[in-house]
């Protein structure tokens, strides 16, 4: 029987690549107080790492979690922004047609 994989939210990755890299704890302690694999854990603390090479330059992962969440959310409003705009225009201009056709 296969096991089902588990899914991590983009926050709950930096969290815990937070309390490595920020807080200095052990990669195998983390893991195991979150109860997930050493080696995934691992492996988002390599690409945290290179991604941010210059420790001193470096963002805190929680923080670009939410920067990247919020990056998101801007990119999905402007998109229905625009929607919104052309529909209004659409509306507006079958109005116009309506009242000249009497």
Do not use: C, H
């Not at 490595?20 to 690409?47: C, F, H, M, Q, Y």
């Not at 923080?63 to 998109?79: D, G, N, P, T």
């Amino acid at each position: 029987m296969t096991e089902k994989r588990r899914q991590f939210s983009p926050q709950f990755k930096a969290e815990a690549v937070q309390m490595v890299v920020g807080l200095g704890r052990s990669l195998a302690v983390v893991a195991r107080d979150l109860e997930i694999n050493p080696g995934t854990l691992g492996n988002w603390v390599k690409a945290w790492r290179e991604e941010n090479p210059d420790p001193a330059t470096a963002t805190n992962p929680v923080e670009a979690a939410r920067v990247a969440e919020m990056e998101s959310e801007i990119r999905r409003l402007r998109m229905e922004n625009e929607f919104l705009k052309k529909a209004a225009l659409q509306s507006k201009g079958q109005r116009n047609s309506a009242v000249e056709g009497r």
